[in-house]
T-cell receptor, first 114, second 115 residues
Framework: KQEVTQIPAALSVPEGENLVLNCSFT??????LQWFRQDPGKGLTSLLL?????REQTSGRLNASLDKSSGRSTLYIAASQPGDSATYLC?????????????FGRGTQLTVWP | NAGVTQTPKFQVLKTGQSMTLQCAQD?????MSWYRQDPGMGLRLIHY???????DQGEVPNGYNVSRSTTEDFPLRLLSAAPSQTSVYFC??????????????FGPGTRLTVL
């Protein structure tokens, strides 16, 4: 069964800390993996997309890595800010599954306090 | 571009009522889909479409119908609302109908309560 798990479910840190959010998945035959941000009452915003042939992607203070063999991805947030407070969702697209379907984790709720 | 738009933002229905959630995108994307998000669960795929006139079922299709008469619009119809359909509904699109390489763009969501 294809599953995506995110740990921790919630995280509260002071401003300025470097953070690591974890995502694990059950099958290495993936097309890609995406990290999304969701603000309360809002839709999802794509942060980073990693193709199955890539090891990492970077955007500003965000860096996402992918290790297919171990079924893991990490989202690294450098020098966290209160504006980073949101829920972060990991989503995987698997080969052979329903066309275009993304499998989502339950998310990590991040709070960065000043 | 407005991106992916959804209407209404909020809706309250009584059990047994029907309604249509609207979704539109102005990016000429081939692939569109509907997800629902429930507390403590990840988003789950309801229906999807790879182009005008082509739709198919996702993981949780029961109680929902879709149609795709144009590239831009992908409405989701609740046939006879039930309390179990209380959820937040997201519409998403991406450029290509082929699985793999591109980002999905999500709308702001419709928050539906069925009493």
């Amino acid at each position: 069964k294809q599953e995506v798990t995110q740990i921790p479910a919630a995280l509260s840190v002071p401003e300025g800390e470097n953070l690591v959010l974890n995502c694990s998945f059950t099958d290495s035959a993936i097309y890609n993996l995406q990290w999304f941000r969701q603000d309360p009452g809002k839709g999802l915003t794509s942060l980073l997309l990693i193709q199955s042939s890539q090891r990492e992607q970077t955007s500003g203070r965000l860096n996402a890595s992918l290790d297919k063999s171990s079924g893991r991805s990490t989202l690294y947030i450098a020098a966290s800010q209160p504006g980073d407070s949101a829920t972060y969702l990991c989503a995987v697209g698997w080969r052979g599954s329903t066309l275009g379907r993304l499998y989502f984790g339950r998310g990590t709720q991040l709070t960065v306090w000043p | 571009n407005a991106g992916v738009t959804q209407t209404p933002k909020f809706q309250v229905l009584k059990t047994g009522q029907s309604m249509t959630l609207q979704c539109a995108q102005d990016m000429n994307h081939e692939y569109m889909s509907w997800y629902r998000q429930d507390p403590g669960m990840g988003l789950r795929l309801i229906h999807y479409s790879v182009g005008a006139g082509i739709t198919d079922q996702g993981e949780v299709p029961n109680g929902y119908n879709v149609s795709r008469s144009t590239t831009e619009d992908f409405p989701l119809r609740l046939l006879s609302a039930a309390p179990s359909q209380t959820s937040v509904y997201f519409c998403a699109s991406r450029p290509d109908r082929i699985v793999g390489t591109d980002t999905q763009y999500f709308g702001p969501g419709t928050r539906l309560t069925v009493l």
